[in-house]
């Protein structure tokens, strides 16, 4: 889906799923694939963003390179088989820090940091 979403509307969305999918080469939603993930929901993801640092310490997470077509075909066969047996599905293990560093204050605490950066560097060039 493209454009802004809100956390309500990522949390429908969510509720409506069974596997979260995201093959992205950026960052893509990174609200959302925590969230799925802080729900126990299986997600095939690529190793990208918050992912490529996260992936070894969650379960039910399953990734492949950016681009990796073939691997990330078999991330979803994973995730789906995991849905397909819900003797696999666990609570997710996501340590504390984790889950606060993804919180929708932190994020915008963040972003507002990179615009104040990005305007410094206007500033300078001008």
Known sequence: MLGYRTVQEIENYLAE???Y???TLGEGCSQARVR???TG????TTLCGEIADLSE?????YTAPCGDLEGYTAAVKAA???VRNPVAIQTPNVPED????FSEDEERRQWSKVIQNVIAMDRLRQ
């Open 36 to 38: 799925a993930l802080l």
């Open 98 to 101: 984790v889950v606060r560093r």
């Open 57 to 61: 310490m969650l379960t039910g997470c």
């Open 80 to 82: 789906y088989l995991a």
């Open 17 to 19: 799923a069974d596997i």
């Open 41 to 44: 929901m299986p997600i095939a």
């Open 21 to 23: 999918c995201s093959a």
